[in-house]
């Protein structure tokens, strides 16, 4: 079962404007994480926050979260070509935190 | 280089062939887990391992099988009864710290085709 659904599913913009994605979870958790993926390739960590913060920061890129609306969104300041890739999100189970629940991805595309 | 590894990057299968899918990690992680990818779809999770000689199922395990006899290593073996494998498989670990989750470190990946 996938627990976080992303939207939008695909997302393109031009360099230097910013990209928001938006992930909707259905079950409490513990915290939720965001991952991206370039095309053919691993997942790479990019940010953790816990169910007790709000906002957080890494660089250029803000994650907000709120359990009451369960959902999260991760912002993407001044992109650039090289941000091109899928972005996912991925929360804990509600009862078991040894595991993660993937959501559907969204795909975004950075113009030059 | 630290690092978790996963072989080979591509993969052919014939129907009705069992094959078996390499990940190593050299990150001292307890935790090890198997994913499948779909196009443009997200992850789920086949199998998962805390510790060496345990492992759990995930939401898709049926027609895989995995074993846990080192700590580096948890290799995923896609048998015959799998009826749709192909896909790209991701292999990841954590470490695992008591009443903490952490973040998933991820292998490159192994795209199988069956032909």
């Known amino acids: 079962s996938q627990q976080g659904e992303e939207d939008p599913q695909a997302l393109s913009i031009q360099e230097g404007e910013n990209a928001t994605m938006n992930c909707s979870y259905k079950?409490?958790?513990?915290?939720l994480q965001w991952y991206r993926q370039n095309s053919g390739r691993g997942l790479v960590h990019l940010i953790l926050?816990?169910?007790?913060?709000r906002e957080k920061h890494s660089g250029r890129l803000r994650v907000t979260l709120d359990t009451s609306k369960k959902s999260s969104s991760l912002l993407i300041t001044a992109s650039r070509a090289a941000d091109t890739a899928s972005y996912f999100c991925?929360?804990?189970?509600?009862?078991?935190?040894?595991?993660?629940?993937f959501g559907t991805g969204t795909r975004l595309q950075v113009f030059p | 280089d630290g690092g978790i590894t996963q072989s080979p990057k591509y993969l052919f299968r014939k129907e009705g062939q069992n094959v078996t899918l390499s990940c190593e990690q050299n990150?001292?992680?307890?935790?090890m887990y198997w994913y499948r990818q779909d196009p443009g779809q997200g992850l789920r999770l086949i199998y998962y391992?805390?510790?060496?000689?345990?492992?759990q199922k995930g939401d898709i395990a049926e027609g895989y099988s995995v074993s846990r006899e080192k700590k580096e290593s948890f290799p995923l073996t896609v048998t015959s009864a799998q009826k749709n494998p192909t896909a790209f498989y991701l292999c990841?670990?954590?470490?695992?710290?008591?009443?903490?989750?952490?973040?998933?470190?991820f292998g490159p990946g192994t795209r199988l085709t069956v032909l």
């Open positions: 079950t409490s958790i513990n915290n």
């Open positions: 990841a670990s954590s470490i695992r710290t008591s009443g903490t989750y952490n973040e998933q470190f």
């Open positions: 391992s805390q510790i060496v000689n345990d492992f």
């Open positions: 990150l001292n992680h307890d935790a």
């Open positions: 991925a929360t804990d189970g509600p009862y078991n935190t040894d595991k993660l629940i």
């Open positions: 926050i816990r169910s007790n913060e």
